[in-house]
DNA sequence: CCTACCGTACTATCTGAATAGTACACAGGA
DNA sequence: TCCTGTGTACTATTCAGATAGTACGGTAGG
C-alpha cells in the first residue's frame, strides 16, 4: 500500500488518507477481511501525526469501510468494496468537475480544455508520475 | 465582473479571488486600464471581509497585474493581458493534473479517465453550470 | 503474568485563514 | 474647505488543521 501525503493538495490531511485508503480498496489493493496498517505505523509511513491517521480511521469507520477488531486493530468490512468503487468514482468525478469548472470560468471552451487534457494525460502516463 | 466564492473549494478565499481575477483579464473581462472594483466594493460583491479582498490585492501587486492610484484605487497594468493568460493555462492546467493524478492513483486507466472526463463536459455545457 | 501492540481519548500548543474594527494619508468633487 | 471614497496598516479574535505528549482498556503471545 504506497500512501502519498501531498501538503499543497489543498486538502486535509486526514481526508487525504480517508481517500487513499477508499481507492486501495476500490482496486483491490486492500480486500475485505484485511488488517489495515495500525495507527502508529500509518504515521510512520506518511510521516505525519498518528492523530491525524486516527482522525481519518474514524472517519473510515463512520463511512463503514473499516470495523474495529477489540485490541487487534482494524479490519475492512464486507461491503467495502461496492461501496469503495462508488466512493471513488464519486470523489473523482467531484474533484475533475471541480477543476472542469474553473476552466469554463475563466473562459475556456470545451476544445480548449480538452487540449489541455489530451496534455495532461500524455504527461502522466504512469502511475510513477513526476509530481 | 461575475464573481464566484466557493468555501469548500480547498483554496483560501483570497486565492480565488486573485485566480478569478487574472481569468478575468486573460478573456478579456478586464482590460488594461480598467480600475478594479474597490476593495469594500468587492468585499460586497462576494460577501468577504474587506482584509480578504485587500490581501488579494495585494498578492496581484506583487504579480505585476495591478497598480496603485494614489487614492484613486487600483489599475490593470499595461503588461497584464499577456501574463494573465500564461498564468490561466498555467493555473488552470495544474488543476486538471492534480485531479488526473489523482485518478490514476486510485487505479483508473485512461479510458475510464476520459470516460469520467466526457461525462462532466457534458454536464457542464454552458458558463451557468448548476453547482 | 508480563510485555507489546492495538484503538481511543484526552489536553496543550501552533499555524494559517478569515473576521471585526479602527485609523491614517491621499485624491476628487461640491 | 469639507466630505467621501481610495488603499493600507494595524490589533484582536475565532476557527480548523495539525502536532506533541500522555494515558487507559483490550488482546495476543511468550
Known amino acids: ?10 486538502l486535509p490531511i486526514y ?11 476500490a482496486h483491490g489493493a486492500f480486500r475485505p477481511g484485511d488488517l489495515v496498517p495500525s495507527v502508529r505505523e500509518m504515521a510512520l509511513q506518511v510521516a505525519v501525526n498518528p492523530n491525524t491517521v486516527a482522525r481519518a480511521y474514524r472517519d ?9 477488531l477489540r485490541g487487534e486493530g482494524l479490519r475492512i468490512t ?7 468503487q462508488a466512493d471513488r468514482k464519486r470523489l473523482l468525478r467531484d474533484r475533475l468537475r471541480g477543476a472542469i469548472v474553473e ?9 480548449d ?9 500524455k504527461d502522466t502516463v504512469r502511475e510513477g508520475v513526476s509530481s
Open 1 to 10: 500500500m504506497l500512501m502519498r501525503i501531498d501538503a499543497s493538495n489543498g
Open 15 to 25: 481526508d487525504q488518507i480517508v481517500r487513499q485508503v477508499k481507492f486501495a480498496v
Open 60 to 68: 473510515l469507520q463512520v463511512d463503514g469501510v473499516l470495523e474495529p
Open 78 to 84: 464486507k461491503d467495502a468494496l461496492k461501496q469503495c
Open 103 to 111: 476552466c469554463r470560468r475563466g473562459g475556456l471552451d470545451t476544445d
Open 113 to 121: 480544455i480538452r487540449k489541455l487534457i489530451d496534455d495532461v494525460l
